[in-house]
């Protein structure tokens, strides 16, 4: 009802509905990206291409920098140019051996390739180096590999997962999206549930920072 009469306002206002519709999506645009965040970035893409360039003009100026390699590496795979990101990574992988950020960018990399094993091997010895290497993540990301053709390592994976994001709403929706991708729904729910309760127990300093998995949670329960 507030959003109708917002947009019935806009229209005496500026004369043109199309004009009133157009205002009355920028305004919920701001208020997502200030208050919830589950709409993307409009800039971010624009700001990853200056990294980009930036980063191959450093590089060019000092082909052995391996931290300027390995980020642009990583905002490579972000927009999934996955050719030049692994020649990169395969430049710096006898300097990077003991980062687990570099393994589970390659396995990444190796995953979207279809190369399964060279890709689960990679990350996995990101993960043995560090458990919690991007928060766990590459846990879900090999249990949606095996989701379709064994289930048993995908919900191992999973667990895994869980045994690290014990208490965040981000962690539990993740949890909630992988079983409901191996159509285990009750489950699904119960994840989507205890995102939205963590969420209503965190203090307040803590829940702008979790909103968007909480109101996702909300949404797909």
Same mark, same amino acid.
């Given at each position: 009802m507030g959003k109708i009469l917002g947009f019935v306002l806009l229209w005496r *206002? *500026?004369?043109?509905?199309? =004009?009133?519709? *157009? &205002? =009355? =999506? &920028?305004? &919920?645009?701001l208020l997502d990206r200030r208050f919830v965040g589950i709409l993307p970035s409009v800039t971010k893409p624009f700001k990853r291409m200056g990294q980009i360039s930036k980063l191959r003009t450093q590089i060019g100026m000092n082909p052995s920098d391996v931290s300027s390699k390995h980020e642009l590496a990583r905002l490579l795979i972000e927009r999934k140019k996955d050719g030049e990101a692994l020649k990169l990574l395969e430049s710096i992988q006898s300097q990077s051996e003991d980062s687990a950020e570099f393994w589970d960018d390659l396995g990444t990399v190796y995953l979207r390739q279809g190369k399964i094993a060279e890709g689960e091997t990679?990350? #996995?010895r990101a993960l043995e180096l560090n458990p919690r290497v991007k928060y766990g993540q590459p846990y879900l990301r090999l249990a949606d590999v095996y989701k379709n053709s064994d289930r048993d390592k995908a919900m191992d994976y999973v667990r895994r997962f869980q045994e690290i994001h014990s208490s965040s709403c981000e962690g539990y929706? =993740? *949890?909630? @999206? @992988?079983?409901?991708? #191996?159509?285990?729904? !009750? !489950?699904a729910k119960e994840a989507f549930q205890e995102a939205i309760d963590i969420y209503r127990s965190l203090p307040k300093y803590k829940k702008r920072q979790e909103r968007k998995w909480a109101v996702l949670s909300m949404i797909k329960k």
């Amino acid at each position: 009802m507030g959003k109708i009469l917002g947009f019935v306002l806009l229209w005496r *206002l *500026l004369g043109n509905p199309f =004009l009133a519709i *157009l &205002v =009355l =999506l &920028v305004i &919920v645009y701001l208020l997502d990206r200030r208050f919830v965040g589950i709409l993307p970035s409009v800039t971010k893409p624009f700001k990853r291409m200056g990294q980009i360039s930036k980063l191959r003009t450093q590089i060019g100026m000092n082909p052995s920098d391996v931290s300027s390699k390995h980020e642009l590496a990583r905002l490579l795979i972000e927009r999934k140019k996955d050719g030049e990101a692994l020649k990169l990574l395969e430049s710096i992988q006898s300097q990077s051996e003991d980062s687990a950020e570099f393994w589970d960018d390659l396995g990444t990399v190796y995953l979207r390739q279809g190369k399964i094993a060279e890709g689960e091997t990679s990350i #996995l010895r990101a993960l043995e180096l560090n458990p919690r290497v991007k928060y766990g993540q590459p846990y879900l990301r090999l249990a949606d590999v095996y989701k379709n053709s064994d289930r048993d390592k995908a919900m191992d994976y999973v667990r895994r997962f869980q045994e690290i994001h014990s208490s965040s709403c981000e962690g539990y929706y =993740l *949890l909630g @999206m @992988m079983y409901k991708s #191996l159509d285990r729904k !009750e !489950e699904a729910k119960e994840a989507f549930q205890e995102a939205i309760d963590i969420y209503r127990s965190l203090p307040k300093y803590k829940k702008r920072q979790e909103r968007k998995w909480a109101v996702l949670s909300m949404i797909k329960k």
